[in-house]
């Protein structure tokens, strides 16, 4: 079946002779899957041979449409929407924010964060300067991102939510290690509640600046 994209003042669809019509981000989205793990081909073509011949025969309707709209689900289900955590991402670390440096993993991979012991800040005016491991005179509170044994205020901890929507906090420090119990996605930030008297430190006029690393621990 010969196909040319026609615009019908909204989104570009796709045309056939034969007045067979399919959306162009239903399109994308099957030949993106199907690009993907080319061994899903054959069985698509002859699904969609399957489905245009009774397509024919019935006279038209919806449901060759409604099949090629529901194949991504389909051929993806309890596939990682992330890709593998399997490189390694810099960033730096904001003390005067909540959650940031948000990464996708998928089940089962096993990573490594980690944040840069030499640089310090204050995360109140007067308070000693503390690197990533956190104030360690000032346990965890219950109003705290990180409230269980082991957290202290200041320091550097992680929230993964997995797909499932359960969200699990665990205290970081200057190097954690993790696996992904399920499919999910990650974030960090300085176990605190407040943000205007956080400061990084100072020294010969050079600002200290906590840097953070993902990456996979090897298997």
Not at 157 to 185: L, Q
């Amino acid at each position: 079946m010969a196909r040319h994209p026609q615009r019908d003042h909204g989104p570009v669809v796709w045309r056939s002779g034969d007045g067979v019509v399919f959306k162009d981000k239903v399109v994308l989205n099957v030949e993106t899957v199907l690009l993907a793990k080319p061994e899903r081909i054959e069985l698509v073509s002859k699904e969609n041979l399957e489905q245009c011949i009774a397509h024919m025969s019935k006279g038209g309707g919806s449901s060759w449409s409604d099949w090629l709209t529901e194949i991504p689900g389909r051929l993806t289900v309890g596939e990682c929407p992330n890709a593998p955590l399997d490189y390694t991402l810099f960033d730096y670390l904001n003390i005067s924010r909540e959650w940031q440096i948000p990464t996708g993993v998928c089940q089962d991979d096993v990573f490594k964060i980690k944040a840069s012991p030499q640089d310090y800040y204050r995360i109140e005016e007067g308070g000693p300067w503390i690197n990533a491991s956190g104030d360690i005179e000032q346990a965890a509170t219950g109003k705290l991102p990180c409230n269980i044994e082991g957290c202290f205020k200041g320091q550097l901890v992680m929230r993964f939510t997995g797909e499932s929507g359960v969200s699990t906090v665990h205290a970081v420090g200057t190097y954690f290690e993790f696996r992904a119990p399920e499919h999910g996605a990650i974030v960090v930030m300085i176990n605190d509640d407040s943000w205007n008297d956080n400061v990084f430190k100072v020294e010969s006029g050079l600002e200290h600046h906590t840097s953070i690393e993902y990456s996979p621990v090897n298997k």
